[in-house]
Nanobody
């Protein structure tokens, strides 16, 4: 059973940067693909970024490509999302997910509690 805890959210001005982290415990972290999703008020949860177990493959939503970078440190059981050039539309609760494959992340049973990211204009 994997437990995920996000941290690092906060309030930032448009154009600023923020890094959120997701620490995993209770499982073999290096065996899981990891992903970040977000949910804004009144909207459905959406995919943001994903990374393979080795870190060799990464995927991004078009809306964040070129601005966000996902990475992982398997020695620290942690996945990161570096967010640059933030926009007000990036405001959401950000969740991390762990899964057997990138394709199954959205249906995973393993989710963190979320961390709020608010971008002011």
């Amino acid at each position: 059973q994997v437990q995920l805890v996000e941290s690092g959210g906060g309030l930032v001005q448009a154009g600023g940067s923020l890094r959120v982290s997701c620490a995993a415990s209770g499982g073999t972290f290096s065996g899981y693909a990891m992903g970040w999703f977000r949910q804004a008020p009144g909207k459905k949860r959406e995919f943001v970024a994903a990374i393979s177990w080795s870190g060799g493959n990464t995927y991004y939503a078009d809306s964040v490509k070129g601005r966000f970078t996902i990475s992982r440190d398997n020695a620290k059981n942690t996945v990161y999302l570096q967010m640059n050039s933030l926009k007000p539309e990036d405001t959401a609760v950000y969740y991390c997910s762990a899964g057997g494959t990138i394709a199954t992340l959205s249906e995973s049973n393993y989710w963190g509690q979320g961390t709020q990211v608010t971008v002011s204009s």
